[in-house]
């Protein structure tokens, strides 16, 4: 899913293309993508876009007419930059938007379709797409602390909740817990003071960070390869490959559909957190330590 860093770096480039031009058109293709019925789309049409915000993870276009669009990836949900009049890619598109200098095609490439549009009037509607959680990058310490400890969870679960903190999801969290040394399933309200620090300066650091990095990538193009897998990150992704800060093997919690990765020795002290398929098939067997683990592969 698009997180903080690349819902930024969507907006800036999106930015310099369609600030101040009219939306001449919306085409929308997937019955499952529009998700309101009044104000119609076809309202937003002839309309010029005013503005660009970011509520967490999503995209709001404002209009002429005190009109909003809303728009929610998802996990899949990408945005595509196209000549004019671009037609919409079968099986994987679901809406265009089109502009006097090009066309936004929207596509997932998901057997779920779970992107959503909404159209609004007046910004009073907004507050309703907001979870609630804190923007980290504009709130201090105590802000986020208080955030952080309202409700008693792991801090792999904090950090994703969109309800304590805003904008961050699975791959950026795994990236802050690196770098902030500390363990995904560490209870929050066990953290001391200096941890509590580390977590909020790495929070800051890793988004700005990736932001700006991102950014750059794009230059003056569009974010065509937005991905929760960067050659560059120190965790997400990594699994069984070396930690760049002391060269340990990345390990992986597995739980549904999502993977938290982590380095053993900077995070958890050498022990290994147990994933639960695996845990519960290999049971007294499942290693307690990177050091059992290691010496089980030389065996």
């Not at 937003?44 to 404002?62: D, F, H, W």
């Not at 792991?154 to 999801?169: A, E």
């Not at 398929?277 to 499942?286: K, N």
Request: a positive charge.
């Amino acid at each position: 899913m698009p997180e903080l860093p690349n819902i930024v770096v969507y907006i800036q480039s999106l930015a310099t293309r369609i600030v101040g031009q009219p939306l001449q058109h919306v085409r929308v293709a997937s019955p499952f993508l529009l998700r309101t019925v009044d104000p119609p789309i076809s309202a937003v049409e002839g309309r010029r876009v005013l503005a660009l915000r970011r509520i967490g993870k999503r995209i709001v276009m404002e209009l002429e007419g005190d009109l909003f669009i809303v728009l929610h990836l998802m996990i899949a949900g990408r945005l595509r930059w196209r000549p004019v009049g671009e037609k919409i890619p079968a099986k994987v598109g679901l809406a265009a938007f089109d502009f006097p200098q090009g066309t936004l095609v929207l596509t997932e490439a998901a057997t779920k379709k779970r992107a959503s549009l909404y159209v609004v009037r007046g910004e009073e509607a907004l507050p309703a797409f907001d979870a609630g959680g804190i923007e980290v990058l504009t709130a201090d310490f105590d802000a986020f602390r208080t955030a952080l400890l309202r409700e008693r969870h792991t801090l792999k679960r904090s950090l994703t909740d969109p309800r304590i903190l805003s904008g961050i999801g699975n791959a950026f969290s795994d990236e802050i817990l690196h770098r902030a040394r500390l363990s995904p399933v560490q209870m929050v309200d066990r953290l001391t003071e200096p941890q509590l620090h580390q977590l909020y300066d790495a929070i800051k650091d890793v988004l700005t960070e990736w932001t700006r990095l991102l950014s750059d990538e794009v230059g003056e193009g569009f974010p065509e390869k937005v991905t929760a897998f960067h050659p560059r990150m120190a965790m997400h992704g990594r699994y069984g490959k070396p930690c760049p800060d002391c060269g340990t093997a990345v390990q992986r919690i597995v739980h549904a559909s999502n993977e938290t990765n982590y380095c053993p020795r900077c995070q958890t002290a050498g022990k290994l957190l147990a994933d639960r398929s695996l845990s519960r098939l290999l049971h007294g067997d499942w290693p307690a330590t990177i050091e059992e683990m290691e010496e089980k592969r030389r065996q």
